[in-house]
């Protein structure tokens, strides 16, 4: 069974940073990433990582970091010069290799003041 555990999120000030961690467990993962849901909007991607590539949403690029450790069992997202428009509920996702499957985390709010 396959489980998330996000952490990581809160409120900083614009400009400032913060880092999300997700610790994904019970199977082997093709893809991780990271979605965020802001009120009143579509859920939207925001960075996924692959054993090949990396991709990020035009509104991230150059602000913010996707990485995961050597066992492809944890994927994080440093966020940096945050902006106001970044708050969202920031969800894990990972797609698994044999049973091409996608899971998701619980959310973890983040919240960018001005």
């Known amino acids: 069974q396959v489980q998330l555990v996000e952490s990581g999120g809160g409120l900083v000030q614009a400009g400032g940073s913060l880092r999300l961690s997700c610790a994904a467990s019970g199977s082997i993962f093709r893809a991780l990433g990271w979605y965020r849901q802001a009120p009143g909007r579509q859920r939207e991607l925001v960075a996924t990582?692959?054993?090949?590539?990396?991709n990020y949403a035009d509104s991230v690029k150059g602000r913010f970091t996707i990485s995961t450790d050597n066992a492809k069992n944890s994927v994080h997202l440093a966020m940096n010069s945050l902006k106001p428009e970044d708050t969202a509920v920031y969800y894990c996702?990972?797609?698994?290799?044999?049973?091409?499957?996608?899971?998701w985390g619980q959310g973890t709010q983040v919240t960018v003041s001005s």
């Open positions: 990582i692959t054993a090949y590539t990396t």
């Open positions: 996702n990972v797609h698994t290799r044999y049973s091409d499957n996608d899971y």
